[in-house]
């Protein structure tokens, strides 16, 4: 009974080693925030393509003025959109707009606040002003081909602003994951229905569906499938379209456990079944086959226990949809806090525990530690809710005290 | 001129007077994610709602063991969502798995790795097994009437999924702020087409729409509304249906800039127009009237230079979001670090200016400092795209050495 029963840092290696970059699509720019650009993308011509005026004022000739003042003609407005029509001859001023193209002759934007108008003359008086000013010259921001965003750059709001003024409204990008999920099992019913005796409601879906979106991929959420042959494999075949499926429940070593068996029998390859840790060791991790141009979709079975969902979740699940987004994975270690209260840890599995982040005092103020929660087990979502992640206990029996430093898998 | 120059505090102070949370309507659990609760759920039953099975293995009763040894007759075999129809006698076991009800007479569940089978017999061998091992007793999560969720709470995975337990598909949330974004300019093209002589393409929206959902609420996207009287008219009127309207382009002094005056007619309470800061002075901001039971539309009108509209959405629109969404506002202060370069800033505005955090050993290693980016100004939003947010220098004219210290906007 003691097949495959990995450490997780051994089962976390098997499953980032088949975990990568999925092929790059085009997507609208609306669909692409936060994802990998999977291509240069240059200018396509000068920004800005004209010189501009920044401010609203009058465009004129430096020389015109004398320590900043003079009274010019004004020939024509010009409105960001219009283009000039007539060059500025010594004397003349334009009214200029924000945005609008500086016309031929000028050589200096006065801001309008400097100004008086006059009917058809202005009186300009800006002791400031200096030869160039308020105009941003043709190309300065950036030149026809210079690649203005790169391959391998997260598309954060202000380079999307960049492939939008560039003129690529569909850049090649790494997309967001999709992640069908499954839930599975006759005892379950949806969170709108009255469990009958035996019953219990569907949470898992709902948990991984919000675990599955605040790490950035799109969940696909199917409705609860019985422990059926028949209904498994069609609703872990249609899964198998997805870039990840997560089944909860029938992974444990029952009988009526169906999903490793139905799986095998879509093609997917098993790479392990158990992991050694407490909560979640029954936990299936396979390869589905090759989709077209795509990878195998890459398969977890999380037990049906809520707790244990999470934690699979948590330390196999999330890492592996950061590869198929082209990020680079979190740091594999957890960072170390105190903690905050006496804990006795007793067996033989490393245990993530439900604690929550609090202040503690213990060493000086200001620093955080670990207070774990009372729990019910891995049953017990309730505490798990009330708790900002999992401190980790290494395997063996020991009386840890406050101050002792364990691990933190965070649930943010 | 100098008509409602606020600076950048009291603008805040008047955006975040008007900002207060959205009223709370229902929705379905898969739209509640990260919302805030507004009324405390309890539990509709117990959890779990029978004595139930942590492991696969078998029921039995703890005295027909002598150290956790003994030969015992096996009546039933129960599974998760099956119901036990036999009592326990004395010998008896039911083989059980994981989320099965323990049959009456059964005190203990041995887990199947420490079983071996034999026909309708099986052979217990587990000195480690205590009474009331491996059973969940009923109601031992919570129990009927308990409050599991309370007002106020932030909606995670984990407690969505408590909600689904508890038979709550549609609970009464704060729902994520609607906001309307109306770009603006005859000067703008879509980011699909090819601009003429003094057109640009609209990036602006893009970078908006980006921002808006990075902050979680749910962009709006209009066409790009020309600056005529009438299509301004109709897009910001439709825009005043959502609880926030961002506007870029057309707040300038400039005379073709309607927009401030078309909000007039539309029936916007004007707070203020302008706020001491560089980029970005040119700011609109109203609100509409009131909505039947909503709140007016908090109404801003960005200038359209790219670099401005981003500062100023960090600055005013990003708080007014938190507080929409029920969420408590951000520290309003800046958090400061040092520059790794010189700078001189020059001006009678405080300047937010685009910087790259970077590793700093000016005060030895592993300190975070800022590198300002050599940037065009307000239409530069290629360096701004380079930034990690922007360096604050306050108003007058001051040489900055490596090591000063000030305060960065974050654009994440």
Same mark, same amino acid.
């Given at each position: &009974? ?28 609306? &669909? ?8 240069? /993308? !240059?200018? =396509? ?7 501009? #005026? ?6 004129? %000739? ?21 283009? $000039? ?7 003349? *001023? !334009?009214?200029? &707009? ?8 000028? =050589? ?13 003359? /202005?009186? /300009? ?40 003024? #560039? ?7 790494? $997309? ?8 599975? +099992? ?16 569907? !949470? ?23 422990? @059926? ?21 029938? /992974?444990?070593?029952?009988?009526? @456990?169906?999903?490793? *068996?139905?799986? &095998? ?13 407490? $909560? ?31 934690? +699979? ?6 890492? *592996? ?5 082209? %990020? ?47 729990? #019910? ?8 809710? %009330? ?26």
């Amino acid at each position: &009974m003691k097949v495959d029963l990995l450490t997780v840092e051994e089962a976390t290696q098997a499953v980032l080693e088949r975990a990568c970059a999925l092929p790059p699509i085009r997507l609208p720019l609306s &669909m692409a925030r936060e994802c990998l650009l999977a291509e240069d /993308v !240059s200018a =396509d011509g000068d920004s800005p393509p004209f010189d501009k #005026a920044l401010m609203d004022g009058f465009a004129l %000739r430096f020389a015109d003025l004398r320590n900043g003042v003079g009274t010019l003609r004004i020939v024509e407005e010009l409105y960001a959109g219009s283009l $000039p029509s007539r060059s500025l001859m010594g004397g003349d *001023a !334009s009214l200029i &707009m924000t945005g609008a193209p500086i016309p031929e002759g000028a =050589d200096t934007v006065v801001m309008i606040e400097r100004t008086r108008r006059d009917g058809d003359r /202005v009186l /300009v008086e800006d002791p400031s002003v200096r030869p160039g000013g308020n105009i941003l010259r043709r190309g300065r921001e950036m030149r026809a081909g210079d690649v203005i965003v790169r391959r391998g750059e997260t598309l954060t709001p202000t380079r999307l602003g960049m492939l939008a003024s #560039a003129g690529r409204p569909s850049p090649l990008v790494v $997309p967001a994951p999709r992640v069908a999920i499954v839930p599975t +099992g006759d005892e379950l019913v949806e969170s709108n229905q009255v469990p009958g005796p035996g019953q219990i409601r569907n !949470s898992n879906a709902v948990v991984l569906e919000a675990l599955v979106a605040g790490a950035g991929a799109i969940p696909l959420l199917s409705p609860i499938a019985r422990d @059926d042959p028949e209904i498994l494999r069609e609703a872990l075949g249609e899964g198998l379209a997805s870039d990840v499926l997560l089944i909860t429940g029938g /992974v444990s070593a029952g009988q009526r @456990d169906l999903v490793p *068996a139905t799986l &095998m029998g879509l093609g997917v390859e098993r790479v392990f079944h158990k992991v050694r840790l407490k $909560p979640g060791k029954p936990l299936f991790f396979g390869v589905g086959p090759r989709r077209g141009e795509k990878p195998g979709t890459l398969v977890f079975g999380l037990p049906g226990n809520p707790v244990s969902g999470v934690v +699979g979740f948590l330390l196999f699940v999330r890492p *592996a949809l950061d590869l198929l987004a082209g %990020r680079a994975g979190r740091p594999l270690g957890l960072p170390l806090y105190p903690l905050t209260r006496a804990f006795v840890h007793a067996g033989e599995k490393p245990t993530y525990h439900p604690a929550r982040r609090v202040e503690w005092t213990g060493r000086g103020p200001g620093t955080v530690g670990l207070e774990p929660l009372a729990s #019910a087990g891995s049953a017990d979502l309730l505490t798990a809710s %009330r708790a900002d992640g999992f401190a980790l206990f290494p395997a063996g029996d020991r009386a840890y005290a406050p101050g002792d430093v364990v691990g933190f898998l965070d649930l943010g």
